[in-house]
């Protein structure tokens, strides 16, 4: 049967590009479970009102330090976070290398304007045609909107897109609004789940 997959498209933090200054920030908000503490920053209106960008890095930080009471100033909170991307994991480039060039590509991202000025999201954006970032789009994952936003933007049905995304709430959300969605962490674990589902070049 022929494959119904048009279009494939990439989380980018725990993805492609390694996220550092997760532990600190549960240390400063006193939080130990990495699934509850991406429950909240999801959930955070704070949070989405900076990645959708509606509100500006400076007041981002302000309403950060203030919601979450952090002993720390806006300067060092802004600092810190800007330190979220470390580069890309090993594997990441030859991953999206090695996608079959039959399908059109694409980067599907909550970011702002803090991280994706990062050399190594310049990176990011250099490998793709198809750019859907949060703070551009003013929609979040995983709020419906935005899922609907990609699918009116590619003008293809919704069970066309491959999705891979490393937090299980943005992919819960994705296939509620149509797309073939999974969780996966890293460029193995991806290369793994592209490779099951025949969407790599054949060797």
Known sequence: MQNRIEVLLFDVGGILIELGGIELWKKLTGQTDDAEMWRRWLDCQVVKDFESGRST????????????DLQIST??????FGQWPIGFFDGAEALIADVDPAFRTGCFSNTNEIHWSKPCNQGVHDLFDLH???YEMGYVKP?????????ET???????????DDNVINVDAARACGFDAHVARGPEQTRQVLGDHGLLRST
């Open 57 to 68: 890095s400076d007041d981002f930080a302000r309403d950060m330090v203030n919601k979450y």
């Open 154 to 164: 590619l003008g293809c049905a919704p069970e066309s897109i491959f999705f891979v």
């Open 75 to 80: 300067d060092h909170f802004i600092d810190s």
């Open 143 to 151: 709020d419906a909107a935005s899922f609907q936003h990609v699918i």
């Open 132 to 134: 859907f970032l949060s």
